[in-house]
């Protein structure tokens, strides 16, 4: 099993819908979660970190954590164009030391 | 403002060449990080360091070596560098573990 697994996509969601995008990871004592957004020939940038199981929220952005299960999700409400782009969910594992692995991201088409 | 900054965004190289790569962070964080993207493969690690003059290998350390002589730079150097090595670079810093990473513009190295 890959460290970190993301479906590719795209997912295509109409303007205003929301969008829920999904990432799972191997055990490995992980402890901390990110989701980067990047736009195409631009480097990632962070939008969401969690660090707990349960929800987190900013703005139009929602993360969601469960250990247990060993899923992390990015739910963006009332979808717009412009958050069209690759979403790359990060974990850091406390087993390697300070090692950030990404997945491989999910292309998000919002089509208005 | 978080600033991560790498030495070029554009470069071409020949096969056998002693490639550099800088990066510099002005946000005193401990840990540095290289990853190159790739269409397909996303981002994978090459080395990371967490401290002055410490390094450790990622995913992919093969045909790199990297250096951290002060804490604000980290440097990636491609030993001999080959056609398989064309890739985009990614540096990144993050504050200490657990905290989220932030990157530079990214390198876009051409090996011919």
């Known amino acids: 099993q890959k460290e970190v697994e993301q479906n590719s996509g795209p997912l295509s969601v109409p303007e205003g819908a929301i969008a829920s995008l999904n990432c799972t990871y191997s055990d490995r004592g992980s402890q901390s979660f990110f989701w980067y957004r990047q736009y195409s020939g631009k480097s990632p940038e962070l939008i969401m970190f969690?660090?707990?199981?349960g929800d987190k929220e900013d703005g139009r952005f929602t993360a969601q954590l469960n250990k247990a299960s060993q899923y992390v999700s990015l739910l963006i409400r009332d979808s717009q164009p412009s958050d069209s782009a690759t979403y790359l969910c990060?974990?850091?594992?406390?087993?390697?030391?300070?090692?950030?692995?990404f997945g491989a991201g999910t292309i998000l088409r919002v089509k208005s | 403002d978080v600033k991560v900054t790498q030495s070029s965004r554009y470069l071409v190289k020949r096969t056998g060449e002693k490639v550099f790569l800088e990066c510099v962070q002005d946000m005193d964080h401990e840990n540095m990080f290289w990853y190159r993207q790739d269409p397909g493969l996303g981002l994978r690690l090459i080395y990371f360091s967490y401290d002055v003059k410490m390094k450790e290998k990622g995913d992919i350390p093969e045909g790199y070596s990297v250096s951290r002589e002060k804490k604000e730079r980290f440097s990636l150097i491609l030993e001999s560098a080959s056609t398989n090595q064309t890739s985009m670079y990614l540096c990144a810093s993050s504050r200490i573990t657990g905290r989220a990473a932030f990157f530079g513009q990214g390198t876009r190295l051409t090996v011919v």
């Open positions: 990060a974990v850091q594992f406390m087993e390697y030391g300070n090692k950030l692995v």
């Open positions: 969690i660090y707990s199981n």
